[in-house]
Structure formats: C-alpha cells, structure tokens
Nanobody, 117 residues
C-alpha cells in the first residue's frame, strides 16, 4: 500500500491562494495516476484534479482556471496550486494514488482548507 502525506492546508481569505503538497512512498511515481479530492462536512468526497503518469490533467468544472495540479516524479511529489479561493472550496483535501495496472488505490490522511474572512 502506498503511503501518502499531505501538507499545506490552512486558513485563507477569499481570493487568496494555497499550495497543497503530497509526498508518496513509492518506488516510481510514474506508475500512478495522482489525484486530489475534497470532502466538505455532510458531502461526498469529490475529485478536484488528477494527473496521469504521462502528465495528462483533468479538473472538476468548479476549479478549472483557478487550480493547477502538477507532479515531480523524481521527488515523488504532487502539488495542487489553488488560486482565487472561494468559501465553497473549504473542505478536507485528500491526496490519492491509483496504480495504472492494478486495483491499488491509496489515500492520504487529508489536510484541512478553510476559506473565510
């Protein structure tokens, strides 16, 4: 099982920015599609953004143009740059790793993002 550790959450005012980071304990990050999900209280966990081993990205409509997912395979890191944050972006953000050729699907412990004035 892959161990994922997120960091970078916190309190930010509307319109502000945060950068989330996730480090993965894997031999090769390129074997995994990495994703960021979020879950607000009382709601389901939803995909925010994903990036394949080859670098193809996908975003939820609600964050397109504001969030950017990226990865540094050599450092085994994945990032989520979040700009123009809105109160509705507040949630616990989870890092996810899906192996390209197996059912392996791993989650981090989550990092809280609060958007409030």
């Amino acid at each position: 099982q892959v161990q994922l550790v997120e960091s970078g959450g916190g309190l930010v005012q509307p319109g502000g920015s945060l950068r989330l980071s996730c480090v993965a304990s894997v031999s090769s990050l390129t074997l995994y599609t990495m994703g960021w999900y979020r879950q607000a209280p009382g709601k389901q966990r939803d995909l925010v953004a994903s990036i394949s081993g080859g670098g193809r990205t996908d975003y939820a409509d609600s964050v397109k143009g504001r969030f950017t997912i990226s990865r540094e395979n050599a450092k085994k890191m994945v990032y989520l740059q979040m700009n123009s944050l809105r109160p509705e972006d507040a949630a616990v953000y989870y890092c996810n790793a899906k192996h390209y050729a197996s059912a392996q699907n791993s989650w981090g412990q989550g990092t809280q993002v609060t958007v409030s004035s």
